[in-house]
């Protein structure tokens, strides 16, 4: 019998690395944005000192306290350019928010004139609406249903 985990014994998500082309626009979008807290001084992990340093790397912290990290790769292409076409096995990365600052957020999306790809949508489990960063990767906003 092979070996398994026990349920209970992977904690959290420890964090999230993201190949990006363009590592300024991504620094904009992930902090500037989005809102994300980048890591910068002693808060940057002391494996990652030389690469932040470097401009090879830059790490944010979500709301929940998960590691973003942002690896630069100038030469990245993705195998289909139209970012409509999934390109990784990785679909999106969803960012909750409450369910009052949801259509605040959709006007940022619209302001910074990045474009929609679906939605506003609204079903059972709550609203979202879905974008791409400026490598492609879809980044979707959701909330829980507003209580009654």
Known sequence: MNSVLVPGNLRKVHHIALNVKDMQASRSFYGLILGLHELTGDEVPATLVELVA???VANFITPDGTIL????EPDLTPPNPDPEKT????YHLAFDIEPQLFEQAVTVIRENKIAIAHGPVTRPTGRGVYFYDPDGFMIEI?????AV
């Open 54 to 56: 470097s401009g090879k």
């Open 87 to 90: 390109f990784t096995r990785a």
């Open 69 to 72: 990290d942002l690896f630069g």
């Open 142 to 146: 959701r909330c829980d249903p507003e």
